[in-house]
């Protein structure tokens, strides 16, 4: 049998310190005070922060569903959870294609960085996929009329998982990103 890859998303608790080297340098409390923070890049931690919320939005959901307080429970959890999975790939997509090959070439020292966060995308898909398994299983029972408690169980543990993921995948890829738009923010126009 062999080791997890402890760079895995599942298994890492942060970037390693060598992929650390300018992040290290330019600390999050003073990304927006620098110079080459621009409105892409406030705009692309809007996005994040939007994935945050709506995934702390579909686990409340749930939470209040299976304490019996959320009558619209169904309608919310398929608009939202179709809203954040469509919204979520999209992004993904976009940085895979666009900016993470602008940002490669940039600084050698973080080409493993990027490949990590590109495997992190892979691994989120199936995550993507089991999401709207289970919550496709519930709306199957609220449409059909039966009791849906033991899906809504289920869901809640895969949205529960899927927060931890993903809250680990945004915050190391913004510790990467942004430190590399503002090292590197006039190359970059």
């Known amino acids: 049998m062999t080791d997890p890859d402890p760079l895995a998303l ?19 409390a003073e990304w927006q005070g620098h110079p080459n923070f621009n409105q892409l890049t406030a705009f692309w931690l809007e ?36 809203a954040f999975l469509n919204q979520l ?6 940085e895979d294609h666009h900016y993470f090959p602008q940002f490669i070439p940039l600084d050698s020292r973080l080409e493993q960085g990027f490949e990590i966060l590109d495997r992190d995308h892979h691994a989120l898909d199936g995550h993507i996929h ?14 059909a009329g039966e009791d849906d408690e033991k899906e809504a169980v289920t869901l809640l543990e895969a949205q529960r998982a899927f927060r931890t993921f993903l809250h680990r995948h945004l915050d190391d890829e913004e510790d990467l990103v942004v430190p590399v738009i503002l090292e590197y923010g006039a190359a970059l126009e």
């Open 130 to 143: 089991a999401l709207a398994e289970s919550t496709n299983a519930v709306l199957r029972k609220i449409a």
């Open 47 to 82: 996005r994040h922060g939007m994935f945050r919320q709506l995934n702390d939005l579909l686990v409340e959901g749930t939470e209040k569903r299976l304490d019996g307080a959320n009558p619209r429970y169904g309608r919310e959890m398929q608009h939202y959870t179709s």
């Open 89 to 94: 790939h999209g992004h993904h997509q976009i």
């Open 10 to 28: 599942d298994a890492r608790k942060g970037l390693p310190p060598h992929l650390r080297v300018l992040a290290d340098l330019y600390p999050k």
